[in-house]
């Protein structure tokens, strides 16, 4: 059960590693792009491409669903960034129902662990595999994983990481729930308990009243998307990419723009000030600061 790229990895190890795929569940068919052409998910171009069975409900407590689920008589389901399910799907199968979260469990649940680990400047991340129960993400962890969060990486290549080393890990938990040798361990929940909510617009925007490594860890933890933003100027930009320079800042407001118009452009922070790289403004494409200057003048 997946519907995004991310998801595509496990199914492709799954598949690969001899396991016998009942079905693959995904999201129905959406319409996208200009011609609002229906788009299939990435799992399910995956699944059609290997002939797999696939079953795409609108509604997961339909009763022609969950009759359709019993048919298949699978041990077990496997789930990859998919929807919540209800009881009457997750507790269906003899084995249960287990989940590959892109957090070290309990910290991070939530949708977007990838994100928050780099935004609230973590060093080291990792994979868990659990049994779904009626809390979300708190369930049985089987098997987890580290992972370094390196000073360059940004949202989309931690995503890359995950979703490779993730695969293997679904492999090796399922190997061991099928030889009935795993952990089964009780999430004991620190406090406070960091949490990955949803994101949004309002807690994407950049907050230019903190410090210049905390506004940086933001930018990071949300390129490529969905991107941190701020208005310069009174134009919406995206800002993907920045460096962080500490000074002192006296007489020197957060968000205080200083640019020469062709190369650079800096917005001071609480204790120094980045320089901006790589942004997108609201109707254009992205471009480096240099390419922007070129065209648009700062005031």
């Known amino acids: 059960m997946g519907t995004p790229e991310f998801s595509v990895p496990v199914l492709h190890a799954i598949h690969e590693d001899g396991f016998d795929i009942a079905a693959v569940i995904t999201a129905p068919d959406k319409p996208a792009g200009r011609g609002m052409q229906l788009q299939q998910s990435a799992v399910k171009q995956y699944a059609v491409e290997h002939q797999l069975h696939v079953l795409q409900p609108a509604n997961l407590k339909n009763a022609e669903f969950i009759a359709s689920l019993k048919e298949l008589q699978a041990n077990i389901n496997v789930i990859v960034a998919f929807r919540m399910l209800p009881e009457s799907v997750w507790n269906l199968p003899p084995l249960g129902s287990v989940n590959l979260h892109a957090s070290l469990l309990p910290d991070y649940r939530g949708a977007a662990p990838i994100n928050w680990a780099i935004i609230r400047g973590e060093k080291i991340t990792g994979l868990s595999t659990f049994f779904l129960q009626h809390e979300i993400d708190t369930g049985k962890i089987i098997h987890q994983e580290k992972i370094i969060i390196e000073e360059d990486d940004v949202a989309g290549t931690l995503y890359e990481k995950m979703k490779l080393q993730g695969a293997k890990l679904m492999v090796k938990t399922l190997r061991a729930i099928e030889a009935n040798d795993?952990?089964?361990?009780?999430?004991?929940?620190?406090?406070?308990?960091?949490?990955?909510?949803?994101?949004?617009?309002?807690?994407?925007?950049?907050?230019?009243?903190?410090?210049?490594?905390?506004?940086?860890?933001?930018?990071?933890?949300?390129?490529?998307?969905?991107?941190?933003?701020?208005?310069?100027?009174?134009?919406?930009?995206?800002?993907?990419?920045?460096?962080?320079?500490?000074?002192?800042?006296?007489?020197?407001?957060?968000?205080?723009?200083?640019?020469?118009?062709?190369?650079?452009l800096h917005v001071y922070a609480t204790d120094g000030y980045l320089a901006l790289e790589d942004l997108q403004m609201e109707g254009k494409k992205r471009m480096s600061i240099a390419e922007l200057l070129r065209g648009y003048k700062i005031v």
Request: proline share 8%; glycine share 4%; hydrophobic share 30%.
């Open 182 to 264: 795993y952990p089964s361990i009780d999430q004991a929940a620190p406090d406070p308990l960091k949490t990955a909510p949803k994101l949004s617009k309002e807690n994407s925007q950049i907050n230019w009243n903190d410090s210049a490594k905390n506004i940086l860890n933001h930018i990071r933890g949300l390129s490529p998307y969905p991107s941190a933003w701020t208005m310069l100027n009174g134009r919406f930009f995206k800002i993907f990419k920045a460096s962080v320079f500490t000074e002192n800042t006296t007489g020197k407001n957060p968000g205080l723009i200083e640019s020469d118009n062709k190369t650079y």
